[in-house]
């Protein structure tokens, strides 16, 4: 037993954290759950893997010691702090990296006097965590997977887990088979659409909202929903019956779904007694994203499907340790376990226990804003530690631009990627196989993944390049570790939710510890008695809609992902650059399946082929992400509260033309 859990990672590849094992004799892999955790060892031996570090002279970058790399960064850091202070500096955390990692990239940015550190969820379900954390106290998915086969139905929105999640969809199907009704609300035709009983198909990507405000219209005049449950354990009802009120069917109609198909779903949804909401990009990634995680929390309130099990909230996180990143507070909002820079009293415990006392009060700057404050030159450091932003951020060209004008760039990669072109500092880091430490998957799961593998060359681990930055910088009272495991243990004893999760305890259960954890007790379902809120009661969240007086009569970009790559960093697939069209767009402008197109929109233009069908409906078109998307996406403001959403769906086509026809391809 010793042997087969000393030879366990965990998989490096998206939040649903399947075990990995290596056979150490022959580096085989076996126990993942999907095509990607087969490809293990394509993340291992890139071809192109950073092995040294490397300082950029000019256009070139040479090889030097880990010694003079660090002590030049140290020397730039300080000096610019001195300059500008510690708000000109800026990290990208990583969603890939440990617990511990994360934990002690925050604190550095911390002790320099920065809250300007964000991680990848920023891309993806910040929003879906900022939400659930204000109306339920956690901002987390709620219940286990396993729940799932309890519930009686489950509505899929935005979500495409047959592509995405794989071994979740199985788990899915076989929830099917004990009776669970499956709804799928997608505006493609997804390989998870195939799966469901009723599948709607919803023609005006990122208003999703406004659908579920009809099912909510619907159960509430209908009496269906939950009245003691939002009687004793809500606030807030009546302000979104204010709104709901307003959706009639009739606005369902607008979206270019059926009337009766949105009551079907409705009716089924709220009279099956216990049912859980999955949902994913296609809700988050817009600037609308607020008011439709809103919708799905304030339908689930409604009708008290929390807090029981097969009744649960499932916002399923993307990178294998992005629920990690966040928790260890590496956010510009929050501390580690969700406190909130701006509380002063709980604030103060981490500045006792780090011995410093200069944490601001103030959020630091998301991702996004990080690259806009840079083009202004208000970012004069930048750490990007396993992030490929000039693929993956919205504006690639504004990214670009952003990432020449900071004096200091420090990339942490294991391979040489996209943005490592933009580095002054290109640093070797250790992958998941490399080093050891804990991962938290989207069930709030702690997991322990051993070291199976020496690293080459002179990769470091993350952890390690951190805490010897620190100590070379100078700072007062940073620590030194002696191992990752006494990370794990700082991480124990001063972050509330992680207390008692000791390597000792991580090692000892092979299916990990799930927070929160008090007194011994670890809670796998949340809030079976009461919400983690002032009152105890859960918030029903706001939604503020415009009117619009906007009839779309331009093509929407939408975006997905291909069950054959992996965001920016692993594709099998062939057919990577293609632009699903609706047959009858494409007829209307004379696009043919197979031609070659340009799409452009106010942001940059692009090159794809045409796929002419009817996966999509009139008025959209839809692209895999993972090379090009972010040619021709932009960022804007979105509607909650000024923050910064980031629209990686649902783009404004500006103009789209053929370049060349398909007969002259040769
Ligand atoms: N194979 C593979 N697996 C992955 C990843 C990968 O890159 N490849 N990435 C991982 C990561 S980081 C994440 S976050 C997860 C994401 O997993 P998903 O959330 O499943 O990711 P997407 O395919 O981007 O988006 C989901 C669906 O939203 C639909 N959609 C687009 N716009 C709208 C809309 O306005 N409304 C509705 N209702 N639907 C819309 C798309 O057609 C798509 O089917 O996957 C993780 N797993
Ligand atoms: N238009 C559009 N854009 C999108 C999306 C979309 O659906 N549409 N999806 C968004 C989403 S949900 C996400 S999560 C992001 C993902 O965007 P990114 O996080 O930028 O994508 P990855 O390709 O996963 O890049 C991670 C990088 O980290 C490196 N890496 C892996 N492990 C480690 C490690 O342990 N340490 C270090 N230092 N580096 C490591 C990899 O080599 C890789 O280059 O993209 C977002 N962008
Ligand atoms: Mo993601």
Not at 86 to 110: D, H, T, V, W
Not at 143 to 171: C, M, Q, R, W
Not at 371 to 377: N, P, Q, R, S, V
Not at 599 to 620: L, Q, S
Request: hydrophobic share 35%; charged share 25%.
């Amino acid at each position: 037993m010793r042997s087969r859990l000393a030879s366990r990672i965990v998989c490096p590849f998206c939040g649903y954290g399947c075990s990995i094992y290596i056979n150490k004799e022959n580096g085989s892999a076996y126990g993942y759950g999907c095509f990607k955790g087969s490809l293990i060892t394509n993340l291992t031996s890139p071809s192109n893997r950073v092995l040294y570090p490397y300082v950029r002279r000019g256009d070139i970058f040479s090889e030097a010691t880990w010694n003079s790399v660090l002590n030049d960064i140290a020397t730039e850091l300080r000096k610019i702090v001195k300059v500008y202070g510690g708000s000109s500096i800026a990290f990208i955390g990583c969603s890939q990296c440990s617990n511990e990692e994360n934990y002690l990239i925050q604190k550095l940015a911390r002790f320099l006097g920065s809250n300007n550190i964000d991680n990848c969820a920023r891309l993806c379900h910040a929003i879906s965590v900022d939400v659930l954390a204000k109306s339920l106290g956690f901002g987390a998915q709620t219940n286990p997977f396993s729940d799932l086969l309890y519930s009686k139905a489950i509505l899929i929105i935005g979500y495409n887990p047959v592509a995405t999640h794989p071994p979740l969809a199985a788990l899915i199907l076989e929830a099917k088979k004990r009776g669970a009704k499956i709804i799928v609300i997608d505006v493609r035709r997804s390989e998870t659409a195939e799966l469901a009983d009723i599948f709607i198909q919803i023609g005006r990507p990122g208003e999703d909202y406004k659908l579920l405000l009809c099912m909510a219209n619907i159960i509430i005049s209908s009496g269906l929903y939950n009245k003691r449950f939002v009687h004793q354990m809500t606030e807030g009802f009546e302000g979104f019956y204010q709104i709901a009120k307003r959706y009639d069917i009739s606005k369902c109609r607008e979206l270019g779904v059926e009337s009766s198909l949105v009551e079907e779903v409705a009716r089924e949804f709220a009279s099956a007694g216990c049912g859980s909401i999955l949902w994913g990009m296609g809700i988050t990634q817009h600037v609308t994203a607020k008011n439709n995680v809103s919708a799905i929390v304030n339908l689930a309130l409604l009708l008290g499907y929390i807090g029981r099990r097969g009744c649960g909230l499932y916002p399923v996180r993307g990178q294998s340790n992005v629920q990690g990143a966040c928790d260890m507070g590496a956010l510009p909002n929050y501390l580690p376990g969700y406190v909130r820079v701006d509380d002063e009293y709980k604030k103060r415990l981490f500045q006792d226990a780090w011995n410093i006392d200069n944490i601001p009060s103030e959020p630091g700057y998301t991702s996004i804003e990080i690259f806009e404050k840079a083009l202004k030159g208000d970012i004069r450091a930048l750490f990007i530690i396993g992030e490929n932003p000039v693929l993956s951020h919205p504006n690639s060209t504004m990214v670009r631009k952003a990432l020449q004008n900071i004096e200091l760039v420090v990339v942490h990669e294991i391979r040489w990627s996209e943005t490592t072109q933009y580095a002054d500092y290109v640093l070797p880091v250790a992958t998941r196989l490399e080093k050891e430490g804990s991962y938290t998957n989207s069930e709030r799961r702690v997991q322990w993944s051993y070291k199976i593998l020496d690293p080459p060359g002179k990769v470091l681990p993350d952890w390690v390049i951190v805490e010897q930055l620190g100590r070379m910088i100078g700072l007062d009272s940073w620590r030194e570790y002696g191992s990752v495991e006494d990370i794990t243990i700082e991480i124990s004893s001063v972050v509330p939710i992680y207390r008692g999760i000791t390597p000792q305890k991580l090692k000892e259960n092979e299916n990990g510890v799930i927070w929160p954890c008090e007194n011994g007790e670890c809670t796998s379902r949340l809030y079976q008695n009461r919400f983690e809120t002032p009152l105890g009661k859960a918030i029903f969240s706001r939604i503020t809609d415009k009117e619009e007086d906007d009839k779309r009569e331009y093509l929407i970009l939408t975006t997905y992902r291909s069950s054959l790559c992996y965001n920016t960093s692993l594709c099998i697939d062939k057919n990577i650059d293609i632009a699903i069209i609706n047959r009858f767009d494409a007829k209307a402008i004379g696009i043919d399946d197979g031609d070659v197109i340009e799409i452009e929109t106010e942001c940059g233009k692009e090159i794809f082929y045409a796929k002419t069908n009817d996966k999509v409906p009139r008025g959209v078109v839809a692209i895999p992400w993972h090379r090009k998307a972010n040619m021709v996406t932009c960022t804007k403001r979105g509607s909650d509260n000024g923050s910064y959403t980031q629209p990686l769906k649902s783009i404004r086509i500006t103009n789209i033309k053929i370049v060349q026809k398909k007969k002259a391809i040769k």
